[in-house]
């Protein structure tokens, strides 16, 4: 199987940005750990059911993998304190919108 593409959500290229380069680094190489088996990641539960967890030492990238187009869509990356929370009041703005 061929590594997959990864695309990046608006919101998460810019979270992305605002980090420390070290930490930006640290997302880069679990993002390769992830092409290499999109699976790596833990269900969410609840609100957040259908999306997947990788946890890079103190961060959490927010992902969804499409089998069919071979794609890893990351959607949010944040620091493990409150990047559920925030993630889920997004995606609650969203489907009100």
Known sequence: ???PAVRFTAEAARLI???HPETRRIIRLAIDE???NPMLGDDLQEELS???SY???RYRI????DDESNTINVYFVGHR???YQQFGQM???LNRA
């Open 91 to 93: 995606l609650k703005k």
């Open 34 to 36: 992830l092409r290499k």
């Open 17 to 19: 940005s605002l980090l």
């Open 62 to 65: 927010i992902y969804k993998f």
């Open 81 to 83: 304190k409150d990047v």
């Open 55 to 57: 946890k890079p030492k």
């Open 1 to 3: 199987m061929n590594r």
């Open 50 to 52: 259908g999306f997947k």
